[in-house]
């Protein structure tokens, strides 16, 4: 199992260090989809970019807790080791096709470099693995694709690419954050089955990042949701859907596309996330609930939080899921 346990990240910025992820505990299982959900700004790609150490070079340092895969902390890590787990245990998707290939290279020439860095292949093997994994991916005439370069394919075929190379050491885990955000609708849905095809034919754990509840009712079998930095539900896919009992999942659930009403404007939670640093003290989400009282300022709610496989981070969580029951 890959466990991100009681996580906490700050920006290191010249007024000092920022928190801005704070004790975030997450399980990836193999087999298993876990989705994190939240507004923009929540930290959803902090705590993802975290588990393989990707934030460092921007100054997001670790303040406490662990990443811990096979128990070992990823953050103890020398280079050698983590270059092994980057890609090789654990591949990453990101949300922007382009920026994620490198535009002087062609597809083949990364392709087999992935490859080779991960496994102890001849050039000729890793070029047929190369032409193999495309196919996997369900792009045809591989052999004429690996000459190509990025900017002559289609944003979906990027991804595909992409996913290729993700898939190319054979991970056990993957952490997909806003894997289709950035594509066109009709390409999103083709690129999530193929997500789903390969999560399921390789058992990996993944990590799905997004916005879209329908991605993660089709795709997970849990969710977090994320709230300034702090995972504030977490449960199976099924009861959090079912009943949500944290205040701010209900909001966003509220707040889907398809909730709206026609001829009137996209529904949203009034207010906003607080930035890192910013949060003030008892519940983050209290100037934004509508349950909130005076209780919410003073107390966080971590009996309710410790207490079930379904927590919400709420001192009124009864009266929330009463609510959203009703
Ligand atoms: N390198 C950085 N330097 C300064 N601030 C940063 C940096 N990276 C992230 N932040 C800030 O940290 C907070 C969390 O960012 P993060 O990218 O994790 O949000 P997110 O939940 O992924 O949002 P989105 O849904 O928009 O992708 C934001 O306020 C963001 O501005
Ligand atoms: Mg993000």
């Not at 993944?206 to 993660?216: A, E």
């Not at 949500?244 to 909001?251: E, G, I, V």
Request: hydrophobic residues 45%; charged residues 25%.
């Amino acid at each position: 199992m890959l466990k991100i346990e009681h996580l906490s990240l700050a920006i290191a910025t010249s007024d000092g260090a920022k928190a801005a992820v704070s004790d975030v505990s997450l399980t990836l299982e193999p087999g298993h989809v876990l989705g994190l959900v939240g507004e923009s700004g929540c930290g959803k790609t902090l705590t993802a970019q975290s588990i393989l150490r990707l934030g460092e070079h921007q100054g997001i340092v670790r303040s406490g807790g662990r990443v811990v895969l096979d128990e070992q902390d990823i953050f103890d890590m020398d280079e050698k080791a983590l270059r092994k787990v980057r890609g090789g245990r654990v591949a990453m998707i990101f949300q922007e096709p382009m920026t994620a290939l490198n535009p002087v290279f062609s597809i083949g020439a990364q392709l087999i470099e992935v490859i080779r860095l991960h496994l102890n292949m001849t050039r000729k093997q890793a070029e047929m693995r190369a032409a193999a994994l495309l196919a996997d991916v369900g792009l045809q005439d591989g052999e004429r694709l690996l000459k190509q370069f990025p900017d002559g394919l289609s944003g979906g075929m990027r991804q595909r690419v992409l996913i290729a190379m993700a898939m190319a050491a054979e991970p056990d885990y993957i952490v997909a954050d806003e894997p289709t955000t950035a594509l066109d609708v009709s390409v999103q849905a083709r690129i999530i089955d193929l997500l789903r095809k390969l999560q399921r034919e390789r058992q990996l754990g993944m990590l799905l990042v997004t916005h879209d509840f329908g991605l993660i009712a089709e795709l997970a079998d849990e969710v977090a949701v994320m709230y300034a930095g702090q995972i504030v539900e977490r449960g199976s896919v099924y009861d959090v859907f079912q009943k949500p009992a944290h205040p701010y999942t209900r909001a966003l659930m509220n707040c889907r596309p398809e909730m709206a009403k026609k001829g009137e404007p996209l529904p949203a939670i009034s207010g906003q996330v607080p930035a890192p640093g910013d949060w003030p003290d008892g519940c983050r989400f209290a100037a934004r609930c509508p349950l909130a009282d005076s209780d919410c300022t003073q107390s966080v709610a971590e009996d309710a939080w410790q207490a079930d496989v379904h927590m919400a981070r709420c001192v009124h969580v009864d009266l929330a899921a009463g609510e959203a029951g009703g």
